[in-house]
């Protein structure tokens, strides 16, 4: 139990410090295994627990969320390692918190609630739950509204006052104890049976620290890079001169960023840049285009749209796309020296998929693409045949499979296209360092123009 609180604890406060992320460490997976084999453990001896106190109600709720839990790491599992399942998350989320709530209500109203800490353990399971329940319910029925970071950040509070649940049966099973010395209750355990559970409970101790500090160090290492990139976003804030607004005909909104080539001549015409970011303005091109060395040899417009949490640029499922209202603001820049025979887009990841989206279903917008490490939609391949395409992909991508990239460039040459590919066989999804360091990438791009 006492392990169980540990790597609740460790678990909940990664996820509030970096969220969704904690899933693409590369040490996640065997974490993700420790931890649900320590807490698999308890669930056994809590149910144990409950039919030597003859608690059949609890005893018996208590299975389902055994099972309830073990279904959804197992759904988490295949999402994480196979991309499949996907569409399994949700149920098996409403099928975990519903299983909870009953377990909940069973210590409430069972003869277990006898018990002033089984009581106790209830009631505080049960506004867990229900407070997790509310936010996600309310996430599925309105995806985009801006409330949900806030209810996501009351959702992760929550989660780390839940990892505190075991200390209530601790202090349960502290009471059981100060109870058998006061009547002096002897129960003898085999010395066997004995050693193989402290050999056991060292192992585990010494995997969770292990393991601890493994993930800790892996989130102080995110959290760098997130920084990093908040301070680049600011600097292209401030090459940019501040955000400027797009209003559709149905007055949604974009912000978005443009950046004038250095020594900008307004007699003279520029390729545009569509650099998509994965989140905020972090966009990895605009990052390395805008430097002076690349302006300089590469005189460009850079166009970074601001990606809103829980939104996308196409082709992600359950994400709300914003692909159209983009196009739409580029089609309606103003400024006279950009060359609308010489529009390029890329991103990467969340932005590879916009990447893609967009010569797909703007394919007279754009002259050529970069897409890395993302994916699209194959059907509408055949209608990006005539853009420059170069796409990278890492082999071992854990995020966003290889096939994603791998499809999209069979379903174009079949069609009659002749993109360019390069896969990178040892590395997984950040891959931007390798993609730069292409040699002629940035010259191949620049080229391009559309007939």
């Known amino acids: 139990m006492g392990l169980s609180v540990i790597c609740g604890l460790v678990n909940s406060i990664v996820v509030l410090l970096i969220g969704g992320q904690l899933y693409t ?19 056994l001896c809590l149910l144990r627990y409950y039919q030597y106190k003859k608690y059949w109600v609890t005893f018996s709720m208590g299975i389902v969320p055994l099972i309830a839990n073990l279904s959804l790491e197992l759904v988490i599992y295949r999402i994480l390692e196979s991309h499949v399942w996907t569409t ?23 003869n277990s609630r006898k018990s002033f800490w089984l009581k106790m353990t209830g009631i505080f399971s049960l506004i867990i739950c229900l407070i997790l329940l509310l936010p996600f319910i309310w996430h599925i029925l309105y995806p985009t509204t801006p409330i949900n970071s806030t209810l996501e950040k ?14 209530l049966f601790i202090m ?74 797009f209003f559709d005909s149905k007055k949604d909104s974009l912000h978005y960023l443009l950046i004038k080539p250095q020594d900008y001549d307004p007699r003279k015409k520029y390729p545009l840049v569509v650099c998509l970011p994965y989140a905020n303005y972090e966009a990895s091109a605009a990052e390395v285009l805008s430097t002076d060395i690349y302006r300089k040899a590469y005189p460009a417009f850079i166009f970074v749209p601001y990606c809103l949490e829980g939104t996308g640029w196409g082709g992600i499922p359950g994400v709300h796309d914003r692909d159209s209202l983009a196009c739409e603001a580029i ?17 990467v990841s969340r932005g590879a998929y916009g990447a893609w989206r967009f010569i797909c279903t703007h394919p007279d917008m754009f002259a050529a693409a970069i897409p890395v490490s993302g994916g699209g939609d194959t059907t509408l391949a055949p209608k990006a045949v005539h853009i420059a395409i170069w796409a990278f992909h890492g082999a071992k991508d854990k995020n966003v499979p290889v096939s994603g990239s791998r499809d999209m460039i069979a379903a174009i040459k079949k069609a009659g296209g002749n993109p360019k590919y390069t896969e990178f066989p040892d590395d997984g999804h950040n891959i931007w360092d390798q993609v730069t360091k292409t040699p002629g990438l940035w010259d191949w791009l620049f080229s391009q123009k559309r007939n």
């Open 172 to 245: 349960q099973f502290i009471t059981e104890i100060k109870l058998l010395n006061t009547e002096k209750t002897h129960i003898p355990i085999r010395k066997p049976i004995k050693n193989i559970l402290g050999f056991a409970a060292i192992i585990a101790f010494i995997c969770t620290i292990t393991f601890g500090v493994i993930i800790a160090s892996a989130c102080g290492t995110t959290l760098y890079w997130q920084k990093y990139n908040a301070e680049q976003s600011k600097q292209l804030i401030t090459l940019a001169g501040g955000p400027k607004v």
């Open 154 to 167: 009351v959702a992760q509070w929550t989660q780390i006052a839940g990892a505190l649940i075991p200390v």
């Open 25 to 43: 460490l590369p040490a996640f997976i065997g974490w993700f295994f420790l931890v649900n084999i320590i807490a698999f453990i308890s669930v």
């Open 88 to 110: 399994y998350y949700v149920p098996a989320i409403f099928f975990y918190l519903g299983a909870n709530i009953l377990f909940a209500l069973s210590l409430l109203l069972s």
């Open 331 to 347: 089609s309606a820049l103003k400024d006279t020296a950009i060359d609308v025979n010489r529009r390029y887009v890329t991103g």
